[in-house]
């Protein structure tokens, strides 16, 4: 069973940074992908970006060069969030999906920026 756990999140000053990983557990063979969504209170769950297991990276239009995706579908993938802006304010959360395209969701992490 495949397992997601997110980590980094907290409380940081709008122009700051964060790091969130995601830990992946479970899986013999790397992950199709794994991607990052964040959701917002009243707001849809929106796509930050994803990485496949070939290292294609894609971010979502909101992004524009702020967010950087790293690591690996094995093992770990990373969202690097610099300049951070108060709408940036959600829950983060870290998804994937295996080769028999069954779907995996982490538990999510908060991810604050005051003003």
């Known amino acids: 069973q495949v397992q997601l756990v997110e980590s980094g999140g907290g409380l940081v000053q709008a122009g700051g940074s964060l790091r969130l990983s995601c830990a992946a557990s479970?899986?013999?063979?790397?992950?199709?992908?794994i991607s990052w969504y964040r959701q917002a209170p009243g707001n849809q769950r929106e796509l930050v970006g994803s990485?496949?297991?070939?290292?294609?990276i894609d971010y979502g239009n909101f992004v524009k060069g702020r967010f950087t995706i790293g690591g690996n579908t094995k093992d770990t993938v990373y969202l690097q969030m610099n300049s951070l802006k108060p709408e940036d304010t959600a829950v983060y959360y870290c998804?994937?999906?295996?080769?028999?395209?069954?779907?995996?969701w982490g538990q999510g992490t908060q991810v604050t920026v005051s003003s």
């Open positions: 990485i496949t297991s070939s290292g294609l």
């Open positions: 479970g899986s013999i063979t790397p992950l199709y992908h």
């Open positions: 998804n994937a999906n295996d080769w028999d395209g069954r779907e995996y």
